[in-house]
């Protein structure tokens, strides 16, 4: 339960990008402008007072829920997981990226409408703010009527536009079938059924462009925010942003990037990719997009520890100010998912703050979101 709190003496990190030694104030679920009657007071002093970090995309979800090839842990128990390991690092509000497939097994449909009514029920009791990005496989006919319903919930969910069928396509007419035993290990399938699968949606690819039209014209009805994915060229930008993804997210080429900051759109590259020091998959490096102003937002991917430490790690090699990094994983990201009560610590916003001993290795002291809070340890 929330409740009238002030952090006493913290170095503040005001909306104007300074920081500030001042007292936090916190009445029920809001950043407050005056402290309320007998706050709880939390001494802060020779901390960072920061607002909480905001996760536009994180499937780490999934391995609580699936910890091995067909073991599945109760739904329940397995968020409530996850909804530690948010507040554990900082993050106040999360966007899981579900995975909306025409594959069998963990990424479902079946398995995505398990999902979404579980939330559903659980999120009165879970303590982040725990929203959902859509990550409809564009080959996933069936699951349009499902994705049209969920866009009716609120929160109002974000979609993102995947396709990574055609390229699983290209590599199986290749004879590349390096990857397709854990592929079809997920979904639960042998290899044999798993190709046929392939197979049979792929014969469908003329529909594709239509059903994308489709999903773009419901998510805008629904005012979602839309996002694309894995663009290859400017051409590929162009087309999506006519179609209302006007957040570009994980570009395979510089120029998309580029062309997305051009126009005024966020890009969104991966926590994981600055603390490792590149892309695993030899993509982009978010360091380097970073440092060329290619990249607006961080988001988790597949670990949640990677945005505070991506922007630890930012500061440390000297690539931005504090103040800067600091935007990647809070303000620019609630920004780009259309939050307007988050990501800067005025008063009015909700009260989602991380407060941080940076006088060594970055210390994760406490989380407060929506006024609850969260201490880590000191």
Known sequence: ?????????????????????????????????????????????????LPGIVDVHGDAFELELHPRPGVDIAFPIAMASVDRQLLANGIV???????????????????????????????????????????????????IDDVAAWLAQQPTPAVA???????TMEKV????????????????????????????????????????????????RHGAVMLSHDERS????????????????????????????????????????????????????????????LCSVLASDYYYPSLLHAAERLVDRGVLPLKDAWSLVSRNPAAAMGLQDRGTLDAGHRADVVVIDGSGPWRLVHTIAGGQVISLGR
């Open 93 to 143: 509000t999360a966007f899981h990226g579900l995975t909306v497939s025409w594959e069998p097994g963990a990424r479902s449909l079946d398995a995505g409408r398990r999902f979404m009514e579980g939330l559903q029920a659980l999120r009165p009791r879970l303590t982040a703010d725990h929203r959902v990005q859509l990550r409809w496989e564009t080959f996933a006919h069936d699951a």
């Open 161 to 167: 536009f995947n396709d990574h069928t055609t390229a």
């Open 1 to 49: 339960m929330s409740t009238a709190v002030s952090l006493s003496g913290g170095q503040v990190l005001t909306s104007q990008g300074r920081f500030e030694v001042a007292d936090l104030h916190i009445a029920d679920d809001r950043i407050a402008d005056s402290p309320a009657a007998d706050p709880l007071r939390i001494d802060c002093r020779g901390y960072w007072v």
């Open 234 to 293: 400017r051409g590929e930008r162009t087309v999506h942003r006519g179609l209302g993804m006007t957040v570009c997210e994980f570009p395979l080429a510089p120029e998309v990037a580029a062309d997305a900051i051009t126009n005024g759109e966020h890009v969104i590259l991966g926590g994981p990719n600055v603390i490792r020091g590149g892309s695993h998959t030899g993509a982009l490096s978010a360091e380097d997009a970073i440092r060329d102003g």
């Open 173 to 220: 007419k290749a004879g590349n079938h390096q990857k397709l035993g854990q592929w079809a290990q997920r979904a639960g399938v042998t290899v044999e059924e798993y190709l046929a699968e392939v197979d049979s949606v792929g014969q469908r690819a003329p529909e594709v462009p239509a059903k994308i039209r489709k999903v773009a014209d419901l998510a805008g």
